[in-house]
């Protein structure tokens, strides 16, 4: 789906959904902000310069974590999957461990470092997706779907992940067309039909307007009652 017409200014430090029904242009958008695509026409910008002009800086400082967490599995062990990246970048190999033990860390998966990476659940395989990010140290994570074909265990791990990283400073971008169980931590909700945005705005005053454009309202607030977190 490509993007028509597409205006958006995140702050730092946002916690932002974009919903739509599949084919609405969410993982497209996603993709042009740390140059996975470019734009044939306007401009992305990451901190006052264009994504296109400086690629590496701009994927270095946008990490996005994808829907299919196996095609972001590189290595034969989670340790050295996680390590890829800063590899990549050059780093010293004392640096390169610091980063891969902190981020293993982060994610809870750092009993798991000599493991190989296909044995893992699901939501372990996503939480490695995103120790993989996170050793880039970007400044802003992008997540596509992050909680597709995930049982609810592992649908609280990983929403557990994302709640705690923006509580860390991070600018988090969510793309979903379930709800029901981000909803309560974002301050802001866009709303994407036919690449275009159609909405944009505080959540709780777009909820009612999901169901117009494919998107099914959270549970909840088609009740008349507040959405409450999956983590309380």
Not at 71 to 79: A, D, G, L
Not at 103 to 128: C, I, M, N, Q, Y
Not at 135 to 142: G, S
Request: charged share 20%; net charge negative; with cysteine.
């Amino acid at each position: 789906m490509g993007l028509k017409n597409i205006s958006l200014s995140i702050p730092e430090g946002a916690f932002v959904v974009i919903a739509g029904m599949n084919g609405s242009g969410k993982t497209t958008l996603l993709q042009h902000l740390n140059g996975l695509l470019l734009p044939t026409s306007g401009t992305v910008y990451l901190s006052g310069m264009s994504v296109s002009e400086n690629l590496a800086r701009s994927r270095q400082m946008v990490g996005m974590v994808f829907q299919d967490a196996d095609s972001q599995i590189v290595c034969e062990t989670v340790f050295d999957d996680v390590a890829f990246g800063p590899e990549n970048l050059r780093l010293e190999h004392g640096e390169v461990e610091q980063r891969v033990i902190w981020a293993l860390r982060t994610v809870g998966l750092f009993d798991l470092k000599d493991k190989s990476p296909h044995l893992l659940s699901g939501g372990e395989k996503r939480r490695l997706a995103i120790a993989g990010v996170l050793a880039m140290e970007p400044k802003v994570l992008l997540f596509d779907e992050p909680f597709s074909s995930l049982d609810y265990p592992g649908v609280k791990q990983v929403l557990r992940q994302i709640v705690s990283l923006h509580e860390s400073g991070c600018t988090i971008l969510v793309a979903a067309h379930d709800l029901d169980n981000i909803i309560a931590h974002a301050d802001r909700l866009v709303i994407m039909k036919e690449g275009r945005i159609v909405r944009d705005g505080v959540p709780a005053r777009l909820l009612g307007e999901l169901e117009a454009f494919g998107v099914r309202e959270p549970s909840a607030s088609r009740s008349g009652g507040k959405n409450p977190s999956w983590l309380n």
